[in-house]
């Protein structure tokens, strides 16, 4: 499976592409960091990717 | 060498314990099962660790964890969301890990030796993974490595009906970052997840050799009530015990006692080790708290007579009654029925208890 992330060009932290996509918007869930985290934060070709096979990231 | 530590998952079968908070925080001899983990890693001179999170106590852990300083250590946070298998968060530590090593190590896990054991023996040769493995006596029941004479795991079985040997995975591993590539080409198993033992399946047939690790000393995987109580043995027995706070001229203290700064034991009391008795506990007169007992936090016990329990902390127990091998949640009280009528026990008992009557 291709395991999609993003990290916070802030503070370092890590999201997978599930919760950034279930979110669309989230604050960052670093400790004390203010960026504003998107779906869209990620490469279009790994959104894609992700939004084509969205069934195999879920439960 | 970097660490990835996995404090996801929803900590079902620690019920209601896990209803206000993640189970990786759960207590043993007053330390978060957590803590035991970062500081092992610690030891092995891992200091830039991945902390994987969930759906479920992401701050609770952020706030216990912070940035790492507290611990000597560097802490960068994962979310891997939907707990999709221990490989799906393997592979969310792609970016952090980089080209590096890693330990990968299950956060509600405990094990005596630590992992410098294990690390050392992976940087021996030229491995694409090692796996700590413990003898058991129930090998169905686990995911079981066979190994050579050499100790390289020849073949790993889920659960196996004829199992070729005892040695079962234990839920500490090394990677190379060979295991990424292994990673992409998963499928999710009958279950739904990316399955870790299939990642190292894929190593061995692209021909990485995996190391294996026999743990001697104990290791328990604290998911359910009685491994908590089993892992608060176990951590008292090894443990150094220091009396640091207030103990009553009349009071009785035998054995192996941990008394915390601000913690006291009254005249009239008696303790006997191996206890802790974090901050704040006051052990009131008529009070005896026997072998294996951890009393947490800001809690008062008076009358009772409790045993091979683990009471987390910020309780008020009451009573004259015998408590043992039990596990009370934080800020649970228990009082006295005696004087009331009519006669019977008055329980507040939330969703997923279990009590013994």
């Not at chain 1, 084509?52 to 990231?57: E, F, P």
């Not at chain 2, 001697?216 to 359910?224: A, C, L, V, Y």
């Not at chain 2, 054995?255 to 052990?283: C, F």
């Amino acid at each position: 499976m291709h395991i999609i992330t993003h990290a916070c060009t802030q503070c370092g932290t890590v999201v997978s592409a599930n919760e950034l996509e279930s979110n669309r918007v989230m604050k960052c869930p670093g400790l004390d960091c203010e960026n504003v985290l998107r779906f869209t934060d990620l490469d279009e070709s790994d959104q894609e990717h992700f939004l084509d096979n969205k069934a195999s990231y879920e439960l | 060498m970097k660490g990835v530590l996995l404090s996801g998952g929803t900590g079902s079968r620690l019920r209601p314990i896990t209803h206000t908070g993640p189970k990786q925080l759960v207590p043993v001899a007053n330390k978060p099962v957590l803590e035991y983990a970062v500081e092992d890693l610690k030891e092995a001179g891992i200091t830039e660790i991945g902390v994987i999170l969930g759906h479920k106590g992401r701050e609770e852990i952020q706030d216990l964890l912070g940035n790492g300083s507290d611990y000597g250590v560097e802490i960068t946070y994962i979310v891997q969301g939907n707990p999709l298998g221990l490989a799906h968060a393997a592979g969310c530590a792609k970016d952090f890990v980089g080209d590096d090593d890693f330990v990968m190590y299950l956060g509600d896990n405990i094990l005596k030796e630590g992992v410098v054991d294990l690390v050392e023996s992976f940087e021996s040769g030229d491995f694409g993974a090692g796996i700590a493995l413990q003898e058991v006596d129930n090998p169905q029941q686990f995911g079981i490595a066979d190994v050579d004479d050499q100790g390289n795991v020849t073949q790993l079985i889920e659960k196996p009906d004829e199992p070729p040997t005892n040695l079962a995975l234990i839920g500490m591993y090394v990677f190379s970052p060979a295991v990424f590539d292994a990673i992409e080409k998963l499928e999710p198993s009958w279950r739904g997840e990316l399955e870790i033992t299939d990642a190292i399946q894929l190593l061995l047939e692209d021909g990485y050799a995996i190391d294996s690790h026999v743990v001697e000393g104990w290791w328990k995987d604290t998911g359910k009530p009685e491994d908590i109580l089993e892992a608060n043995q176990l951590v008292l027995e090894d443990k150094s015990l220091k009396k640091r706070g207030t103990i009553g001229d009349d009071a009785t203290v035998d054995g192996r006692v941990e008394l915390a700064e601000s913690a006291t034991i009254e005249d009239g009391a008696v303790v006997r080790g191996p206890v802790s008795i974090a901050d704040g506990a006051v052990i009131k007169s008529g009070t005896y708290v026997g072998p294996y007992t951890a009393v947490g936090p800001d809690s008062t016990l008076e009358g009772v007579h409790i045993e091979n329990s683990v009471v987390i902390g910020e309780s008020n127990i009451n009573t004259s009654g015998r408590i043992v091998d039990s596990l009370l949640g934080k800020g649970a009280n228990i009082g006295s029925a005696d004087d009331f009528l009519p006669e019977g026990r008055r329980l507040v008992v939330g969703e997923n208890s279990q009590l013994k009557l």
